[in-house]
């Protein structure tokens, strides 16, 4: 199973437009909400997903409806409603 695969399919909560997910195995996950008509939730999320980037993470659009990944993001979308952020794994 891969990291994306084992993200569940739940979207944003009642309210909220987007969600990003940084799973966290042994913590349970961070995620960070937003309601794109909410310009100060919606700056948190994107500065969330630019400093994450910036440190290695990869970012994927998820369709909420399935859980299906969807293609790698390289800019933050606020229109995006599930956003899963992973650190590659290091293949030996």
Do not use: C, H
């Given at each position: 199973m891969s990291t994306i695969d084992a993200i569940?399919?739940?979207?944003?909560?009642?309210?909220?437009?987007?969600?990003i997910i940084l799973p966290k195995w042994d913590e349970g996950d961070l995620r960070t909400e937003?309601?794109?008509?909410?310009?100060?939730?919606?700056?948190?999320?994107?500065?969330?997903?630019?400093?994450?980037?910036?440190?290695?993470?990869?970012?994927?659009?998820?369709d909420p409806k399935n859980g299906e990944k969807g293609e790698l993001l390289k800019e933050f979308d606020p229109k995006a409603e599930k956003i899963?952020?992973?650190?590659?794994?290091?293949?030996g």
């Open positions: 569940d399919s739940q979207g944003p909560s009642e309210g909220m437009t987007g969600v937003w309601n794109s008509k909410n310009e100060s939730e919606t700056e948190a999320a994107r500065k969330q997903f630019v400093d994450m980037k910036a440190n290695g993470y990869k970012a994927y659009r998820i899963v952020l992973v650190m590659p794994f290091a293949g």
